[in-house]
């Protein structure tokens, strides 16, 4: 969607693009309301218990002091009158009790249930951020690299940390102590008069449902507007972060963000004053109702007491209209609050329902070492929502116990082989063999223990050295040595002893006291991740792009010494490391173009031989003006040719 798009919205459109959704989740509120039910009931079911309770018994209490009420102006009509006397008196004396008893009551149990509700409040919020993060976890690479399960993803996280989850619980024990409050007044004043009773609760109806239909109709705006918003989101995120910041102020690409910001901030602006101003107009027209409804009420029942002389209920009914009114637009709106949060929160149930990864495996254990190796028959493979193919008709074997390196230009499909490998794909067809086994009757757990990977955008964890290492095998996160023997094989080591708390230092800048490293020496802390996993399988995703070429070389110089026999996977773009590999295998768009050693396929002089040729032409060209340049310049030449 297109900043312009996002100006155009308006109700109307919306209310088109997600009649459906809207229909959906509105079908489904009861298995809403019940799954969060549940989940309240299992926080704290002392608590919750208590909170009900307390909340529905306070709810009698006014209908009780409207007959006190009653009862107590009867006893001052009767002492007027000199009828009742000391009766009168003593009569009076007990309703006032009774009424500053019950409002004693109701306001400290109140105030009591309010505490209590502001803490399961807490609970279920913080309780259900933990749930979309751990489903999260158990969610396929396919969700987050697909824009519209990535969208789902977004709004279900908004949710969880809006405490909406908690106002459909307190909404809907709100609603039943209105209705319980409303059934205890009603009684006494549909015996007084039943006209004004009705007219009573029902005045407030036309102000709910105002608030009901733009409920709806802000909901399927911001259902509308999800990708928009993100987009914003990504404006405010690209111009506070600390990575950022060196790009943006050189190109001077500030305020070319706060322009796109705004537009779409006007966008949605626009929109929601639109409605803001549509719903103020039908919110008052309707209350309007409500005044009238109320005020014809108060006449009725002042003409009714005139005529049978019933002060006393009169009282009790001009109090009451003010419960009633008080109850019923509280149950009216509350339930048209229920409805909009059930809609908004039916995004969050909604993407907790989602089936969790399809990538089911099967029971064989992963070797510890590799017999045989890795390989891969025919693979072709179709990113979700694409139709090229990433891989097309791919085989190549690597061989266990070997160093291989994948070559390949951007774009060829190195990565994708990992994401297969690691099996956060599955191939569209071809099949993937580890020691002669399909990839599939693997366990996926253990196989994704058994290969250590890192990838060219491995985290930078803003944590302490020693988990930036440790993570690499997170149940060995104590073991000093282990993480100790990662970091020296990677270089990390140097790294860590310049820092003021050696492994403790936290790295990185967003917490104080933080160590920012250079990106190198990153690249060596994630190395050193891979290396702290002693897997089977070791996978590299360009480990060593930002090192420089001698800690490159002795890293790859040992790495069958650091691997210890493991089965190895190299992806690089520098030929100084490729070329020490075991094997080359070389991708180009999807297919296998080559493979051999590195003598083998200089000898045989394609692809590899070429590429090779270029960078090596390259860095001697860079040799300086000492007569060589032009002699390496016309064999670039060459090789371009
Ligand atoms: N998540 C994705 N969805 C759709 N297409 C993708 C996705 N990831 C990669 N591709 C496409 O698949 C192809 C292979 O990408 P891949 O990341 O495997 O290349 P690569 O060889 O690792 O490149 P590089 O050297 O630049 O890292 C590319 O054409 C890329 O555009």
């Not at 959704?21 to 926080?43: C, Q, T």
Request: proline share 3%; net charge negative.
């Amino acid at each position: 969607m297109t900043t312009g798009d996002a100006s155009r919205h308006d109700g109307e459109s919306a209310e088109k693009l997600d009649e459906q959704e809207v229909n959906r989740k509105l079908s489904r509120s009861p298995s809403y309301w019940l799954r969060l039910m549940a989940l309240f009931w299992r926080i704290s079911p002392a608590r919750i218990s208590v909170l009900a309770l307390l909340t529905w018994a306070v709810a009698i209490v006014p209908g009780l002091q409207i007959r006190l009420t009653a009862a107590a102006v009867d006893a001052v009509t009767d002492g007027v009158t000199a009828a009742g006397g000391d009766t009168a008196r003593d009569a009076l004396i007990t309703a006032l009790a009774g009424i500053l008893s019950l409002s004693l009551l109701a306001h400290v149990v109140g105030a009591y249930a309010q505490y209590l509700g502001a803490v399961v409040g807490l609970q279920l919020t913080a309780r259900i951020s933990e749930q979309v993060m751990a489903k999260g976890t158990r969610m396929d690479l396919a969700t987050y690299e697909d824009p519209e399960s990535y969208d789902r993803l977004q709004r279900a996280f908004q949710e969880s940390t809006t405490g909406r989850a908690y106002e459909i619980f307190s909404d809907l024990v709100e609603t039943v102590k209105n209705l319980v409050t409303l059934i205890a007044i009603s009684a006494a004043l549909f015996s007084w008069h039943p006209w004004a009773a009705l007219i009573t609760l029902l005045s407030p109806l036309p102000a709910a449902v105002v608030q009901a239909a733009y409920g709806k109709r802000e909901f399927e705006v911001e259902y509308d507007r999800a990708q928009d918003r993100r987009r914003a989101y990504y404006f405010q995120w690209l111009t506070t972060q600390d990575h950022t910041f060196k790009e943006i102020k050189l190109f001077g690409l500030g305020p070319h963000f706060i322009r796109r910001y705004r537009e779409l901030v006007q966008g949605f602006y626009e929109v929601d004053r639109r409605l803001a101003m549509k719903q103020e107009g039908w919110s008052a027209a309707a209350g309007l109702i409500g005044v009238l409804g109320a005020t014809g009420a108060m006449a009725l029942a002042m003409l009714s007491a005139m005529d049978t002389g019933e002060v006393g209920e009169l009282a009790g009914f001009l109090q009451a209209i003010a419960s009633v009114s008080a109850a019923s637009s509280g149950m009216l709106v509350g339930l048209a609050t229920l409805y909009q949060n059930t809609l908004f929160t039916g995004n969050l149930f909604d993407y907790l329902g989602l089936p969790e990864s399809i990538i089911k495996g099967g029971a064989r254990p992963f070797p510890e070492r590799l017999r045989h190796g890795i390989e891969l028959q025919d693979v072709t493979f179709v990113y979700p929502g694409t139709d090229t193919k990433a891989l097309d008709g791919f085989s190549c074997l690597i061989p266990a116990g070997k160093c291989c390196a994948l070559v390949g230009q951007n774009g060829a499909g190195k990565t994708t082989i990992v994401k297969l490998l690691t099996r956060l794909y599955e191939p569209t067809s071809g099949r993937i063999l580890i020691d002669g086994h399909p990839i599939e009757d693997y366990d996926v757990d253990q196989l994704r223990s058994g290969i250590g990977v890192i990838f060219q955008d491995f985290i930078k964890y803003e944590l302490p050295a020693r988990e930036n290492i440790g993570f690499g095998r997170v149940e060995a996160l104590d073991d000093e040595a282990r993480i100790a023997r990662a970091a020296t094989a990677s270089g990390a080591a140097e790294v860590v002893a310049k820092l003021d708390d050696g492994y403790d230092t936290v790295l990185g800048r967003h917490f104080e006291d933080g160590a920012q490293l250079s990106g190198g020496q990153w690249q060596k802390v994630a190395l050193a991740r891979a290396f702290m996993r002693q897997a089977p399988v070791l996978v590299l995703d360009e480990p060593t792009a930002s090192i420089d070429a001698e800690a490159e070389a002795e890293v790859f110089g040992r790495l069958r010494e650091i691997a210890s026999g493991a089965t190895s996977l190299v992806i690089a773009h520098r030929f100084s490391t490729v070329r020490i590999a075991d094997k080359i295998i070389v991708i180009e768009d999807g297919r296998l173009a080559e493979e051999g050693t590195h003598g083998e396929l200089m000898e045989h002089d394609g692809i590899y031989a070429y590429l090779f040729n270029l960078q090596a032409a390259g860095y001697r060209a860079e040799d300086g003006p000492d007569g060589t340049g032009d002699e390496e310049e016309q064999d670039r030449e060459e090789a371009l040719r």
